[in-house]
């Protein structure tokens, strides 16, 4: 697509985006940091129907050379060690049933991929993906995972500067993720508003779509229902 957006994104760091979207690629985006250090190689990426995170069968297999490797190492993580291993943050204590995640079928235990926002900041790599977990046919449910490169090893982060973003990763059906990145009109009136109040020059500040999001969930929740990820962890 030729249609080119620009997003001003300031839940890590402050900086704009000069966006083209394209379904089922990895798109570049030229950025400039607008306060003191510089982001980079800004990218989303919209998975093709149907990309698995599967689990790997031993913890010999893992290298966590890229987000997708480390997406298939946490849901495959069947010991302390390895648990840690994907982790910037290290836990002693771990409240995970390693039995139940060794003994399922990796048809029945999976990762259904859906989004993928990457960058980097301050000489780091990040990225960010939503993703539907399915466990055992049960009902599917919506995450999202924050991470990022380590000495070219993928490790889960927790850092507070994007917790805002990784939110909004989560609580948001793909489809509206679509209608805010792109800034195009979508089928939820008030979506439409925030949108369009965020926009100048066709420029979407991100954060400003964010912040409003979050005060009419808090406000009027029936108004904006519709763009909710059915599916998401937290209701």
């Not at 990457?118 to 977990?133: M, Q, R, T, W």
């Amino acid at each position: 697509m030729n249609n080119y957006k620009k997003l001003i994104i300031s839940t890590f760091l402050l900086f704009s985006i000069k966006l083209s979207y394209s379904q089922d690629q990895q798109t570049d985006c030229a950025n400039n940091l607008l306060i003191n250090q510089s982001v980079q190689n800004f990218k989303i990426l919209k998975y093709k129907e149907g990309t698995l995170a599967k689990k790997k069968g031993a913890f010999s297999q893992v290298s966590n050379n890229t987000p997708e490797e480390l997406m298939s190492s946490i849901i495959s993580a069947t010991s302390d060690e390895w648990y840690n291993f994907n982790r910037e943050k290290k836990k002693k204590k771990i409240n995970q049933d390693f039995n139940y995640i060794k003994n399922i079928s990796p048809d029945l235990y999976y990762a259904k991929l859906l989004y993928k926002v990457s960058f980097e900041a301050n000489g780091v790599d990040y990225a960010l993906i939503k993703y539907h977990l399915q466990d055992n046919n049960k009902p599917l449910l919506g995450y999202a995972e924050s991470m990022k490169s380590i000495n070219g090893k993928w490790v889960t982060s927790s850092e507070s500067e994007i917790s805002e973003f990784l939110f909004f990763m989560i609580m948001i059906d793909t489809k509206y993720i679509d209608h805010i990145f792109k800034g195009t009109k979508s089928d939820n009136p008030k979506l439409n508003d925030i949108i369009k109040s965020n926009t100048f020059n066709k420029e979407v500040n991100l954060n400003g779509v964010l912040k409003e999001l979050q005060a009419i969930l808090n406000s009027e929740p029936e108004k904006m229902k519709s763009i909710l990820d059915t599916k998401r962890l937290f209701k």
